[in-house]
């Protein structure tokens, strides 16, 4: 049964991916230019986190890199970068 919370990316917590095993990425360093855009980029980071990579997060923004690896940290520690 999918889940029906609503998400960044749609239905389910990750949107239509959110079968994929957590474990998908595991042990892979994910580098995401952009990162730290307010729709793709940050939710690409949450994907590939949510799915156990590691994310280097990459914007020329530094505050909301700043602010969007927080969130990362936060929410998949120790898998996200600081």
Do not use: K, W, Y
Request: include cysteine; aromatic fraction near 4%; charged fraction near 20%.
């Amino acid at each position: 049964m999918m889940d029906q919370s609503v998400g960044p990316l749609g239905t389910g917590e990750l949107g239509p991916l959110a079968n994929a095993a957590a474990t998908e990425f595991l042990g892979r360093i994910a580098l995401v230019t952009g990162g730290a855009g307010a729709a793709i980029g940050s939710a690409t980071c949450r994907m590939l986190a949510a799915r156990g990579a590691a994310v280097v997060v990459l914007d020329e923004n530094e505050r909301r890199t700043r602010a969007t690896v927080r969130a990362l940290t936060d929410e998949f520690a120790p898998r996200s970068f600081r």
